[in-house]
């Protein structure tokens, strides 16, 4: 039973810790990024993920970027979120609940 799998972003997640996707940007390039977090808001899913750097002491804060995540088929497919009003909702309670679970 052959049970290759096909996605090229697929290829490569045994070179990274689990907790790293790798996200294709518009020119088809695989950048790897941490998952710092997935959160459901509004009746929609959302993940906050951070550039991959094993060298950086820790994830620059500046860098943070959230994506809402969309069920295709089973996968999990991430996709940036263009709506102004809904992208600072979401960030906003983002920097709400990442401040609540500082404070524990």
Do not use: C
Not at 1 to 10: F, P, R, S, V, Y
Not at 29 to 45: A, N, T, W
């Amino acid at each position: 039973m052959d049970n290759k799998q096909t996605d090229d972003a697929m290829q490569n997640e045994d070179l990274f810790p689990e907790n790293v996707i790798v996200l294709v940007d518009e020119n088809e390039e695989g950048r790897p990024f941490e998952l710092i977090g997935d959160f459901d808001f509004e009746g929609g899913s959302y993940a906050v993920v951070a550039p991959y750097e094993p060298e950086a002491e820790e994830a620059d804060e500046t860098t943070v970027m959230v994506f809402k995540i969309v069920d295709e088929d089973g996968e999990d497919v991430l996709y940036e979120i263009e709506d102004d009003d809904e992208w600072n909702r979401v960030v906003d309670f983002w920097n709400e609940s990442a401040e609540s679970h500082d404070h524990h």
